[in-house]
């Protein structure tokens, strides 16, 4: 006898809800069914960084070639001075592309969420949006839904993928387990490349960073003919008097984005050479901005309960200075479907499971995020100076002692989740 469909509720459609459901359909008898609480995905997110490991599972998901075919795949990590010189360059990825066979893309949220939800649509699997989660009944063998329009569901288990401020967690698996401000606050905006000139956006191979004073600033393309550039400028920012509230941070946005250009343009000051004035100019042609501070989880917060399980930034939101938030996502879709796949192994065992092969690889990466947002912090000149020729020392003895060919520092952008052992 045939075993059991087994049913999944899935509480979000960004990026991990929707390749959860994807993948839960590929590889076990579980179908799903996507409830977002906003009424139609979000544009919000600006534009995202996905290193190897996350697009070699983003190709066995089947979208590979859609995302490459929306997003820019400049592999190149260059730092330039405001003094008017490059302190120096490397392809940040190419001992892992050479490796996985997969390199780097950014492209914007709304872009990668579009190319996911067709690909569910295709496969006919349900999304519901405006459904707002307010209430999770556990059951013997299942759990119940409810939402505030009334509706009503139930399932087998339940895969909350709602982000940072998951619902699921603090309402049901964790309650109290809040996220905290990583001390790092940024600002984004997409700025269209008819405001530089040909020359300058020719420059543009890669993630472009500029260390400043007060920060770091970076441009990157986010379309694959370079149509649009994603500039993000990113710095450490003390909470507001009022504390960490919302009030607080929405006087602190206002301040911010308002003086978004004069702050800018005066950190880059006398700035000298082409990169500069191209910076100059892109700041002079921002018309919106995205303020946001940085939160992150905790380490050691609990990932799920009865038939509740936490993915991605639910579980585990960490600092965006590693690249990995979309690729720690999928690494957890594939890894909790290979142990779904046998629907008589029991859902404490394959919750317990999950939670000890993910939790040291996450633990990793949250630290080496930690420890780049570093790079972010204030400088006096001398210090910028200091930051600047310390780069340039790194590179020169990387090349000079071979160690770009060896993989140092590539090492996490290999692992491969579907060839750990269950």
């Not at 009424?39 to 070639?65: C, E, F, S």
């Not at 003390?238 to 003086?259: A, C, F, M, N």
């Amino acid at each position: 006898m045939a075993d059991k469909t087994r049913k999944a509720i899935i509480i979000g459609a960004g990026p991990a809800g929707l390749a959860a459901a994807l993948r839960l359909q590929q590889q076990t008898n579980i179908t799903s069914t996507v409830y977002e609480l906003r009424n139609q995905p979000t544009t919000l997110g600006g534009a995202i960084g996905i290193q190897p490991n996350g697009m070699r599972l983003l190709h066995r998901l089947g979208v590979y070639d859609e995302l490459c075919a929306h997003g820019f795949g400049g592999q190149n990590l260059t730092i330039h001075s405001l003094r008017g010189h490059v302190v120096g360059s490397t392809d940040f990825v190419g001992w892992a592309r050479e490796k996985t066979g997969f390199g780097y893309l950014r492209i914007k949220r709304v872009d990668i969420v579009s190319v996911l939800k067709k690909k569910v649509e295709e496969t006919g699997i349900k999304i519901h949006f405006g459904k707002k989660l307010v209430q999770i009944e556990e059951q013997k063998d299942g759990v119940k839904v409810f939402f505030e329009d009334g509706s009503v569901d139930s399932a087998d288990l339940l895969l909350a993928c709602d982000g940072i401020h998951s619902f699921v967690r603090s309402s049901f698996v964790q309650p109290g387990y809040q996220p905290e401000y990583s001390g790092v606050s940024g600002l984004g905006a997409l700025v269209s490349r008819d405001v530089l000139p040909d020359e300058a956006i020719e420059q543009m191979n890669g993630l472009e960073g500029t260390f400043t004073e007060e920060g770091m600033l970076a441009v990157n393309p986010c379309t694959p003919n370079r149509d649009e550039i994603f500039m993000f400028f990113s710095k450490w920012l003390e909470l507001p008097e009022t504390g960490d509230s919302r009030d607080g941070w929405e006087v602190h946005r206002k301040e911010e984005v308002d003086g978004f250009k004069d702050q800018l343009l005066g950190m880059l000051g006398d700035g000298k050479g082409q990169w500069a004035d191209a910076l100059r100019t892109l700041v002079r042609n921002t018309s919106s901005v995205n303020f946001y501070p940085v939160y992150r989880l905790p380490l050691g917060g609990r990932w799920s309960r009865g038939r509740v399980v936490l993915i991605g930034d639910a579980a585990h939101a960490m600092s965006p200075h590693a690249g990995q938030g979309v690729s720690m996502a999928m690494e957890d879709v594939f890894l909790l479907s290979r142990l779904l796949e046998d629907p008589n192994r029991p859902i404490e065992e394959v919750f317990q499971k999950y939670d000890s092969i993910r939790r040291p690889r996450v633990d990793e990466i949250f630290t080496l995020a930690a420890e780049n947002a570093q790079m972010r912090k204030k400088a006096s000149p001398t210090g910028l100076w200091l930051k600047e020729t310390k780069f340039s020392v790194m590179l020169n003895l990387s090349w000079a002692l071979g160690l770009d060919k060896r993989g140092m520092g590539q090492g996490h952008l290999v692992y491969d989740i579907d060839e750990v052992e269950l």
